[in-house]
């Protein structure tokens, strides 16, 4: 991804498609990537670049092929596990870098009105590693990426790049 596109951040907008928590393959990553292109084609037709994946419950979820963070109250959070998301690699260490940097860190079932709260929010994935996300839904979240998305990112390519922790 080029840097204007970072600077400039990821729309995000709500699809119809809901992420069941309780379905077998849940929180598997498969072969079979029907749904994940279905959820990113409703997104697209909007003019997103990804999509914002509710629970069966209501609770955010995921996007097409990526996780969600964002700041809130002095902390960041994510959707935990048992909201039906995958435990992607990219999440799994922005989890660690978060505690390496004495930030806060609450994975929880969180209703989409929470976004609309946070300073800043990301998401992530192998592929794009930490995107800032800009507007959800038309909402405008913040200019560009944030102190704290810029921060991560900063030590995830300094981590993945030195081979390691």
């Known amino acids: ?39 990113l084609d409703e997104a697209r037709k909007t003019g997103a670049d990804e999509a914002l994946v509710l629970s069966t419950g209501g609770h955010i979820a995921c996007g097409s092929a990526v996780n969600i963070f964002w700041a809130r109250d002095g902390r960041i959070e994510t959707p935990s ?14 989890i660690e870098l978060a505690g390496r940097a004495n930030l806060e860190i609450v994975e929880s079932r969180f209703r989409k009105d ?17 995107v800032p996300v800009t507007t959800i839904d038309g909402r405008v979240i913040s200019a560009g990426p944030g102190p704290l998305t810029r921060r991560l990112a900063q030590m995830y390519v300094k981590t993945t790049s030195s081979g390691g922790a």
């Open 1 to 39: 991804m080029g840097r204007e596109k970072w600077e400039r951040g990821f729309a995000l907008a709500s699809v119809t498609v809901a992420k069941n928590a309780s379905s077998p393959l849940s929180g598997i990553k498969s072969t079979s990537a029907l749904e994940r292109v279905m959820i």
């Open 81 to 94: 596990l048992d909201n039906g998301i995958l435990p992607g690699v990219t999440r799994a260490m922005v």
């Open 114 to 130: 929470v976004l609309m709260e946070a300073q800043e929010v990301f998401v992530t994935n192998s592929l794009i590693e930490i």
